[in-house]
């Protein structure tokens, strides 16, 4: 059974900081590029960043230099670390397993919204 848990989102005031966490099952984790993606309301889920099972990463272009993208191998574990937060990344957050068009998995998404 394929499993994506989301954590750490929460409310969190402009210029702060957040660290979501997605716990994913062993089989995908060590073959899938894994990722986070993020749906603010009336919008299209966006891409924010992503890492394959070697450690590349890639990052829309709004969110490099304040968003970093990791993954801890011994703890089945993708981490976003979110700096310098802005109200226009209040969105829900959803982390990504992707191998193939046919074994593409999503979590259940967090929220994160930032605001004074």
């Known amino acids: 059974q394929v499993q994506l848990v989301e954590s750490g989102g929460g409310l969190v005031q402009p210029g702060g900081s957040l660290r979501l966490s997605c716990a994913a099952s062993e089989f995908i984790f060590t073959t899938y590029r894994m990722g986070w993606y993020r749906q603010a309301p009336g919008k299209q889920r966006e891409l924010v960043a992503t890492i394959t099972s070697g450690g590349s990463t890639n990052y829309a272009g709004s969110e490099k230099g304040r968003f970093t993208i990791s993954r801890d191998n011994a703890k089945n574990t993708v981490y976003l670390q979110m700096n310098s937060l802005k109200p226009e990344d209040t969105a829900v957050y959803y982390c990504?397993?992707?191998?193939?068009?046919?074994?593409?998995?999503w979590g259940q998404g967090t929220q994160v919204t930032v605001s004074s």
């Open positions: 990504n397993a992707y191998h193939s068009i046919l074994t593409n998995y």
